[in-house]
């Protein structure tokens, strides 16, 4: 059986928190998340500090962002890491990251993900991509599958063309309900994501990637130029070698920003 770190603290519903308790699995995550003082190491929800203190064990100082004020709260008066920690109380979602950008430094982003912000947080957290090394984030499974699918199967959608833009996918453990307390109803993993130095497919405008994914995988079921006729006709298709007959995704990332960078330079 497996050892469990001690809670103290009620997990609340409305936030979604469920709180790792397995160090074997903490260690493995804390090993993959490497923390290092030559990035500035950033932590969304530390929640009872699980991955907090052995990733602040070998550093100098950590920066976390957390929702919840009883968390903070404790975060403040916590005995070993009150003195580590640079502690911002708010909503990630709405988080400027580039101000914790420290000259010469990216940033080193990690966090166990509620399962209601994790897809906005990515998308929000993508656009600070530049200024990030790694991202290590425990997800619903699910979502771990969504990010790293490849064209053509059923995981395949919105969040993978965006993941996959900005980043190399990498899923890192999967994680067992009773790693957590309470025990979840769903399998979780860790995912690693690396933004790309230079991107593989520059896009012009982002902005117009992600409407144009929004668009065409809001029918799965329809084909390419049924979701797409608003924005994309039968010469554009032919211009760009797609199949147009082809379901959304069916369509690679390069794909998406060559459609992209058609409508950018209209």
């Known amino acids: 059986m497996s050892s469990k770190v001690h809670l103290g603290h009620t997990a609340r519903k409305r936030f979604g928190q469920n709180f790792l308790t397995d160090i074997n699995i903490i260690d493995s995550i804390v090993g993959a998340i490497s923390p290092d003082n030559d990035h500035v190491m950033v932590e969304i929800g530390p929640g009872l500090g699980a991955l907090t203190e052995p990733v602040a064990e070998g550093i100098e100082k950590l920066t976390v962002v957390e929702l919840d004020?009883?968390?903070v709260e404790r975060?403040?008066?916590h005995t070993v890491l009150k003195d580590k920690l640079e502690i911002h109380q708010g909503d990630a979602l709405q988080f400027d990251f580039n101000q914790l950008i420290k000259p010469g430094k990216k940033l080193k982003v990690f966090g166990n993900l509620p399962?209601?912000?994790s897809t906005p947080l990515m998308f929000h957290l993508f656009?600070?991509?530049e200024s990030i090394e790694t991202m290590h984030f425990m997800l619903q499974k699910e979502v771990v599958l969504r990010l790293s699918a490849s064209p053509g199967t059923k995981a395949y959608g919105r969040l993978t063309v965006m993941a996959q833009y900005y980043c190399q996918v990498v899923p890192v453990i999967e994680v067992p309900p009773e790693s957590f307390a309470p025990p979840p109803k769903v399998d979780s993993a860790v995912v690693r994501l690396i933004p790309y130095e230079i991107k593989p497919w520059p896009c012009d405008d982002t902005e117009v990637l992600r409407k144009l994914c929004a668009q065409a995988f809001s029918m799965r079921r329809k084909t390419l130029r049924n979701n797409l006729k608003s924005l994309i006709n039968d010469d554009d298709f032919k211009q760009l070698g797609i199949?147009?007959?082809?379901r959304p995704e069916q369509i690679s990332v390069e794909q998406y920003v060559n459609m992209a960078n058609l409508l950018c330079r209209r």
């Open 115 to 117: 399962y209601n912000i």
């Open 69 to 71: 004020r009883d968390l």
């Open 243 to 246: 199949d147009a007959t082809l």
């Open 127 to 129: 656009t600070f991509a």
């Open 75 to 77: 975060l403040h008066n």
